[in-house]
């Protein structure tokens, strides 16, 4: 048992460790912090480019990259609980994975579904602004 005992004290320090290196804290906006982990889900991150942000700011519409298995309704959902506005549509579009080239070989970027949020006339979510 002896042998035993040093793998998990082992096992135990380098858990220890390795929880202190991933202690990383992230800023979020004050609503997003008391959103569900299911909205967090469906909504991966937001499309931060410029075409995002010049059709942000003539047509009201945001982009978003989403879990691949949600739906207009799940999206609209989870807007309106992450950021606390309502959306007028919601447009979505599944995009496959480039092929690219590596030195001697080739590739494939993953796929990924984009949701093109429409939001009304006085709304806007900050976390796109100052792009």
């Not at 998990?8 to 569900?36: C, I, L, Q």
Request: glycine content about 6%; hydrophobic content about 35%; proline content about 2%.
């Amino acid at each position: 048992m002896g042998i035993m005992d040093k793998l998990t004290k082992s096992k135990k320090s380098t858990d220890k460790e390795t929880k202190d290196e991933s202690e990383v804290t992230v800023v979020a906006p004050a609503k997003m912090k008391s959103a569900s982990s299911s909205a967090m889900k469906i909504i991966i991150k937001p499309m931060v480019t410029e075409k995002a942000a010049t059709h942000q700011t003539t047509h009201r519409a945001y982009s978003f990259i989403v879990a691949r298995s949600a739906n207009k309704i799940e999206i609209a959902k989870a807007v309106k609980e992450l950021y606390g506005v309502e959306p007028m549509s919601v447009r979505t579009a599944n995009i496959e994975g480039h092929v690219v080239r590596f030195s001697k070989g080739f590739g494939r970027k993953s796929d990924y579904k984009k949701a093109m949020v429409t939001l009304k006339k006085g709304d806007s979510i900050t976390i796109h602004e100052g792009v």
